[in-house]
Every structure is written in C-alpha cells, then in structure tokens.
C-alpha cells in the first residue's frame, strides 16, 4: 500500500521546520503548496505564492528542500514549481527548479587583522567602513513592517557575492528604522568576510566628496577609489534629486560595481519612481533589483523596540509607560529611543521614579503627538491664506483660475487629512456634490505626478499644517 504523498510532503515540511528558525519557516515555508507527485517521472510540482518567493527558495534553500524530499520521496527526485503571477485570475507559470548551487560558506577570520597587503598585495589598502557597530541585526527588532526587508537584508549579509536582489533600495519615512538597517547588512557582511571592502557613505558626504574633488581636479581619483569597493551602501539618495553632476558620476559608480558583481545597497526616503529629477538610466538601475519598503513600526512593534532598549540599559518602566509611549511616540523609532534617554536623565537628575506623569512631561517636550486632528475649516483657511484668496470666493460660482484651484487643492486635503465621505466635504468646501470632490481629487493628483513647482507648492502647505498643530 502506497503512502500518501501529501502525507510525506508534510513529513518534508516538519524535518525542514527543525533545521530553519521560526521565522524563517514561516516566512519561506509555510507559503509553500504541495501539487503533485508523479511516481512514473519522480517529478514533484509545488506552489508558490510569486516569483520572489521561488528566487529566495532557490538561492538560498534549494539544497535543504532536496535533500529532504529525497529523504521521503527516493532519489532522483525533480522539484518543479507553479509560481503565482495575477493571484486574482489565477493566473500561475511553471518553472523546473534549479539543481542546487554551491551555498557560498564565509571565508574564515584567522587573517582578518593582518595588514592587507599580507592577505592580498595586489588589493587597494583597507579602509574604514564608516559603519555604526551599534546598529546591528541583532538589535534590529522584526516586526510586520519591516520583515521582508530584514531577511533578504541578512540573506545579502551572508551572501554578498550573489547577484540576487542587487541593487537593493530601501525606502521608507524618516525615523522607520532604514539606516538601523542597511549599516546592519554592512556590519555583518564585515563580520563574516572582513577582507571585503565595505563603505558606509550618505548621499550629502558623496556629494561633498565629489564636489571636493572636482574643485581639487581629482575627480578620476574619486570616481577609481569608489570602484574599488565590494559593498557600497548609500544613505538618503533624494538628496541627489537636484544635483546632476553627481547623479552623472554614481551612474558610472554603479554601472562598474554592477557589471563587476559587487554589492549595491541604497536607502531613501521614496521609492525610485517618486525621486522626480533623477534621469531615467539611473531609476531603472535602482529598480532592477529589490524595492524593499520599510513602514512605521506599529504599537506593538514600538512596545518591542521599548523592552529591547529598556532591557537594554538595565531600566525599569512600568508597562503603562511603554504602552503609553509606543502609542504617542508617532511610530518613529529615533523619537522611542529620545523619549527613554530623556526619561533616564530626568530621573537620575531628579531622583524620580520613571511613572506615568513624568513621561507624560517627556512626551510634550520631545514627540509631537497628533492629539487634534485637522479640520476641514482648518484646511480650507491655510489653501485660502497660501494662495490670497478669501475663503467666501470658494462658494461664488466664480471659474477664475485661483479660486477654481484654491477650490481643488482643498477638496483634494481634506480628503486626504480627514475620514469624511466626499458628499460632506463638497457641503463644506463650497457648496459642492460629491462628483465636484472626486473629479478636484483626481485632478490635482494627476497634476502632481508631472508638475513638480505644484508639488513643492502642495508640501509647504501640508508643512504649514504641522506648524499649527
């Protein structure tokens, strides 16, 4: 009597969940469908839930999944996959897998402190990575918002030679735990091959840098020394968006470290398709790898990142005060860790206990908390004073271009910045109905996306509103 093959395919999977940590089986794992097996052909078909989840098995699991299957299924075992492409149509594309790779194994540390020119003379000398030590993966909390990112971040990490995922451009607001992150790939990459050059560098030092070496007619000098690293790692690159001299000179930067097999790692606050004034060549470069987005760490994330940095410190805070702080502190990582430090001084300094109401007076002096949310009036009165229009010409039948606007960009706002159903927001904003707000909304984000004057125009109004509250 034959067994059950999706019997032994779950045999394969609690073998596999022994061998890999929690999260990893649940991330790669756990997703993973059993098809079919067809004895006659010894080809078994699984599925996967999209093309990326097939790369990182593939690259980085392949050999513990034959191994097991050839375990419970015999050998000569074909694992093929059905790797979903439109989950809605149920559309899917069939892929043999790969035979295993070689798992690329660190190489050891017994040189790692000698002088480079005894572990290779024909390398440049070593250099100073520019990495923060502290910032490490293993004090780098996971959470739901930055998962994907942390582990593919690990996998670069321990594998820098592989091509996969290179470039690999992090975004997310300020504050979310970005630069934590990329310099952990760094610091780890270091740990596990210190031969490699690795350089941590912000996008305002390169600027400066290459403006250096232009005004010193070293700019050959500069562009060959950046050529020369294994892993570059580049914060805050929007800040290049107006400047197209240097964008000129990373794009021949990355190109050789990219046809030479070296690692790209870069970190902004947007995605590539939103650094409007960075030339075409450069954003597909920067998309041809992996767009990991980082979101705001939620409560339960910034309760986590507060007990690791508490237990951290030796402190002791009641769980009201962390549960407190993680709902207040606006989900910035940078504003957690400010509000323990400023907790800690007062209390040495005043010989407190760390409660409620001295956090409570931490809050007010270093977050600023989102305790009133804005009207419609609110917004209505700051597009009106922006722009010198009075707020009584937005109800006139008046199709004067500023009023029209002035009209638009507050429809557009207050649905944007309030939970209220465009029919109540048309009341408001004019007298209007509800396909008034709909087609102003509509058109002032298509005006955004092309007209880059009107977006600074629309953020310095949206700026104002922080001022007030």
């Not at 910032?135 to 030679?161: C, Q, W």
């Not at 707000?437 to 125009?457: G, M, P």
Request: glycine fraction near 4%; proline fraction near 5%.
């Amino acid at each position: 009597m034959s067994i059950n093959p999706r019997l032994l395919w779950d045999n394969c999977l609690n073998i596999i969940k022994d061998n890999v940590s929690e999260q990893q089986f649940a991330t790669w794992f756990k997703p993973i469908a059993f098809r079919s097996f067809k004895p006659a052909t010894r080809e078994i078909l699984v599925e996967v839930p999209s093309m990326f989840v097939y790369e990182y098995l593939e690259e980085n699991y392949v050999d513990l999944l034959r191994k097991t299957l050839t375990r419970f299924f015999g050998e000569g075992i074909k694992l093929n996959y059905s790797v979903v492409t439109d989950r809605q149509n149920g559309l899917t594309q069939s892929i043999a897998g790969e035979d295993p790779a070689a798992i690329e194994a660190p190489l050891p540390k017994t040189r790692g402190n000698q002088p480079p020119s005894v572990i290779d003379a024909a390398r440049p000398q070593d250099i100073d990575s520019q990495l923060d030590p502290h910032h490490t993966f293993a004090n780098f909390i996971e959470g739901d918002s930055n998962r994907l990112s942390r582990s593919v971040g690990l996998s670069i990490a321990e594998h820098p030679n592989s091509t996969q995922f290179n470039p690999m451009f992090v975004y997310g607001p300020s504050g979310c735990g970005k630069t934590h992150l990329i310099n952990a790939i760094g610091v780890r990459t270091k740990e596990l091959y210190p031969q490699k050059r690795v350089l941590y560098v912000s996008a305002r030092l390169f600027q400066v840098q290459y403006s250096n070496s232009v005004m010193q007619n070293r700019t050959n000098d500069f562009i060959s020394f950046y050529q020369t690293i294994d892993v570059l790692i580049v914060d805050d690159i929007q800040e290049w968006m107006t400047a197209p001299k240097t964008q000129q000179t990373f794009f021949h930067i990355f190109d050789h470290l990219f046809r030479n097999g070296k690692r790209i790692i870069l970190a902004s606050d947007r995605p590539p398709v939103d650094l409007k004034g960075m030339p075409e060549r450069l954003l597909t470069r920067f998309s041809c790898g992996l767009i990991a987005e980082v979101e705001k760490p939620n409560t339960q994330l910034c309760v986590d990142i507060l007990n690791s940095k508490i237990k951290r410190d030796g402190l002791k805070i009641p769980a009201e005060v962390v549960q407190y702080i993680a709902e207040t502190a606006n989900g910035s990582v940078r504003d957690l860790e400010g509000v323990i430090n400023s907790l800690l001084a007062y209390s040495i300094v005043d010989n407190a206990c760390i409660n409620m109401r001295l956090a409570e007076r931490i809050i007010k002096r270093a977050v600023k908390v989102d305790d009133k949310p804005l009207t419609v009036d609110e917004i209505v009165g700051t597009v009106c004073n922006h722009y010198n229009v009075p707020e009584s010409a937005l109800a006139s039948k008046s199709r004067k271009h500023d009023i029209v606007l002035v009209r638009q960009i507050s429809m557009y706002l207050a649905q944007k910045y309030t939970k209220m159903p465009a029919s109540r927001i048309g009341k408001l904003v004019g007298g209007r109905d509800h396909s008034t707000v709909i087609h102003s909304c509509n058109t002032i984000s298509q005006r955004l996306k092309v007209d880059y004057a009107f977006q600074s125009e629309i953020d310095s109004i949206e700026q104002s509103f922080k001022i007030k509250k």
